[in-house]
């Protein structure tokens, strides 16, 4: 089935350093996710995306929906211990079922 | 409270045995979803139920069996289990299917499944 590409696959850095990660699509879609994934518990959404160019923030969080619509970027700034985990990208075209991203696994150190 | 539940968190079963994960919702929504992540991390939607229908049936193996008694329930029921159904698998819930402006999802803790 597809799969979303995302990039870097993992990341090691310290803390107060800023993030960046990215998504890519062979395909359009008109909605963008980004989940985070703690060890053993199921992905929690961080930022919903609909419309091409947008930019949205959810406190040290923002992501960006592409203006060609395939691909979405995640910045998380001043990282901090608790932003260890996998972030997911999602998109979807419509009401169709979501792509999930292939996983960027961040890793924080004091 | 926790808005979707599954049960059991781990579940550790022998190859050829019939086993089967429980969902519930208390969030009121009117479709569920069950996903499986494989050891990769990769994340795949196997089945969608809107108000009990199901919506969604990607090509997974007929041992695969979803059942929804109502909408705030959704179980999966796998027969003569494989080495390669060995994955964690999620359960989630959306309010009336994905799409703006209602598409988030909310998932379940997982049911990690080992096939020996």
């Known amino acids: 089935g597809q799969q979303l590409n995302q990039s870097p696959q993992s990341m090691f850095i310290q803390e107060g350093e800023d993030v960046s990660m990215n998504c890519t699509s062979s395909s359009i879609f008109n909605t963008w996710l980004w989940y985070k994934q703690d060890p053993g518990e199921g992905p929690v959404l961080l930022i919903a995306l609909y419309k091409a160019g947008e930019l949205t923030s959810n406190g040290r969080l923002t992501a960006q929906f592409g203006i060609t619509r395939k691909d979405s970027f995640l910045n998380i700034s001043a990282s901090i211990p608790s932003d260890v985990g996998i972030y997911f990208c999602a998109g979807q075209l419509y009401t169709d079922k979501l792509i999930f991203g292939t996983g960027t696994r961040l890793q924080v150190f004091p | 409270d926790t808005a979707v539940s599954q049960t059991p968190k781990y579940l550790v079963t022998q190859m050829g045995n019939d086993k089967s994960i429980k969902c519930e919702q208390n969030?009121?929504?009117?479709?569920m979803y069950w996903y499986k992540q494989d050891s990769k991390k990769f994340l795949k939607i196997m089945f969608s139920y809107n108000n009990k229908e199901l919506i969604i049936n990607e090509t997974v193996p007929n041992r695969f069996s979803p059942k929804s008694p109502d909408k705030a329930h959704l179980n999966l029921h796998i027969n003569s289990l494989e080495l390669g159904d060995s994955a964690v698998y999620f359960c989630?819930?959306?309010?009336?299917?994905?799409?703006?402006?209602?598409?988030?999802?909310?998932f379940g803790q997982g049911t990690r499944l080992t096939v020996v």
């Open positions: 969030l009121g929504h009117d479709t």
């Open positions: 989630a819930s959306s309010q009336e299917g994905l799409g703006p402006p209602n598409t988030e999802a909310f």
